[in-house]
């Protein structure tokens, strides 16, 4: 993997983990409610269900480009549409109330609830897999462009989260606040919806 594309894999990875989704809403509900080391143990569970799909992820994609290299193109470019109707979403959700539900939520189990959540949900897989390829080359072999990919995609996970626990369990009041959440919701949308279209843009010009 070349320098240049694996800093853009660096940076769009932090943007895309920072935003607000079900991992992040479920770190700062437990930090909220428990305080920040929970919610830290809460991003250890998930940063280790990220890393069975990522794995999950990367034996697929993996098969398809030595299968039907000319399908991986036409993935990447589904890819880049889809973290784009990401990016709308997300902005459009803002507007809905702001829950935090941890109500069935013990202190022993953030761990067990983070892996669980994460593991299990469709979604980050999907996500993962129109993500990833972006910063795929079809020239070289793909087993050794996953050696940098995967280590990096999950510390970036585990620091960025981490970030949010330590926020929200320092500021909580500022986080359940509707108008302030809204604010960083639509902020990440824009972000991801940016980030969607300078992807397909870059695939245009390869």
Do not use: C
Not at 94 to 115: H, I, R
Not at 137 to 155: K, M
Not at 178 to 196: E, N, T
């Amino acid at each position: 993997m070349e320098l240049h594309i694996y800093l853009a894999f660096v940076v769009a990875t932090t943007i895309m983990i920072a935003l607000p989704g079900p991992s992040v809403l479920l770190t700062v509900a437990h930090s909220i409610s428990f305080g920040w080391k929970h919610g830290i143990s809460t991003v250890a569970g998930a940063t280790m269900g990220i890393a069975v799909q990522l794995i999950v992820a990367a034996i697929g994609l993996t098969s398809l480009l030595n299968v039907v290299a000319g399908a991986f193109e036409w993935l990447r470019w589904a890819g880049a549409a889809y973290l784009v109707y990401l990016g709308i979403k997300q902005w459009r959700s803002a507007s809905k109330p702001l829950e935090f539900d941890t109500s069935a939520v013990s202190k022993k189990n953030v761990f067990v609830q983070g892996l669980i959540t994460t593991i299990f949900n469709p979604k980050s897989l999907i996500f993962i897999a129109a993500f990833l390829p972006q910063f795929i080359d079809v020239a070289r072999p793909p087993g050794l462009q996953f050696i940098f990919i995967v280590p990096t995609f999950l510390v970036i996970t585990f620091t960025v989260t981490s970030v949010w626990a330590l926020i929200a369990g320092n500021i909580r009041g500022f986080l359940q606040s509707q108008r302030a959440f809204q604010s960083v919701s639509r902020v990440a949308g824009g972000l991801m919806i940016i980030a969607g279209v300078g992807l397909a843009l870059a695939r245009r010009n390869n």
